[in-house]
């Protein structure tokens, strides 16, 4: 039985002894709802730690191709390199800072059923933070990863010292830059149609605690 499952059944509750059961079936499902999102979270730190770290070896073999080679070079290319090498560590530290934010913010939670919504609340709000304003810096993907991808090519074509490209170069950078936002998009109709909504029962949860003291 899931979430919403358990809600219906303890709010259709009406004697004391089912409450202590529906509300021990409610905790139940609140663990189970709290180590589903517990997992995604670390997938998502997986990705994201590990995107990251490829990217930035990608881009420390750039610049010392650059470095090293007979090519002449300008002042410019190597901008583009630690730019990029930069956005990526933007993303990465991005998701760090807020982790750890996170943690923090959970060490004021018990072991009470207002504290277990309360956590869920937490998580649920952490995760969904792409649907406040300004959330394609505060979830921290779209911008520094549509920057670096595109710093990524254009360091690359450099190295190669070919003409510009609209086909290879140009159409790379549409397709990083289309993928990111689009990724983005779909994070963000996420949280408006399930997280936000998930949120906004729990709240109400509390509310109906409140009310039954």
Request: proline letters at 3%.
């Amino acid at each position: 039985m899931n979430l919403d499952d358990v809600l219906k059944s303890w709010r259709s509750q009406d004697q004391a002894p089912l409450y202590e059961v529906d509300s021990e079936r409610l905790r139940q499902a609140l663990r189970q709802e709290l180590a589903a999102m517990q997992r995604g979270l670390v997938r998502e730190a997986r990705v994201t730690y590990g995107v990251s770290a490829l990217m930035l070896a990608g881009m420390a073999f750039l610049f010392l191709t650059m470095a090293y080679d007979d090519d002449p070079r300008t002042w410019w290319d190597f901008v583009i390199v630690i730019l990029g090498a930069a956005a990526f560590v933007l993303w990465a530290g991005t998701l760090y800072v807020s982790r750890k934010t996170l943690a923090l913010r959970r060490r004021h939670f018990g072991g009470s059923l207002r504290d277990e919504i309360g956590l869920n609340i937490t998580l649920l709000d952490y995760i969904g933070r792409t649907w406040r304003p300004g959330g394609i810096l505060l979830g921290g993907e779209a911008l520094p990863v549509s920057v670096g991808a595109v710093a990524l090519i254009l360091a690359a074509w450099r190295v190669n010292n070919e003409p510009f490209s609209w086909w290879v170069q140009g159409g790379g950078i549409l397709v990083a830059v289309g993928s990111s936002v689009w990724s983005h998009w779909v994070a963000r109709r996420k949280a408006e149609r399930e997280t936000l909504p998930r949120k906004r029962r729990l709240e109400a949860l509390l509310e109906e605690l409140d009310a039954r003291r």
